[in-house]
């Protein structure tokens, strides 16, 4: 007798084949919303990743912001 099943079996997780690609976000002083500083990097090199001051024209707020890398946060690329 055939088994019927009421919902999917249990499938195994995707692995992912290349590279962790991270975001870097930068939250704006003014209005405390992160806005996308158009650069990329790899998760596991930033740890050893050297950062220099940067600067960007914020989104939110209209203004030049600098950032440092204690100021980023790594997201989902978008």
């Keep these: ?3 019927r099943f ?3 079996p249990p499938r195994r997780p995707k692995v992912k084949a290349g ?3 991270k975001s870097l976000l930068v939250r704006c002083p003014s209005t ?3 806005t ?5 990097i790899e998760e596991k090199r930033w740890q050893r990743a050297k950062v220099k001051i ?3 024209t914020c989104a939110h707020c ?6 440092t890398k204690k ?3 790594l997201a989902r690329p978008t």
Aim: zero cysteines; a negative charge.
């Design 1 to 3: 007798m055939a088994t």
């Design 6 to 8: 009421f919902f999917d």
């Design 19 to 21: 590279p962790n690609i």
């Design 32 to 34: 405390s919303k992160l």
């Design 36 to 40: 996308d500083t158009g650069q990329t």
């Design 54 to 56: 940067q600067k960007f």
């Design 62 to 67: 209209g203004g030049i912001h600098t950032w």
């Design 71 to 73: 100021d980023i946060i």
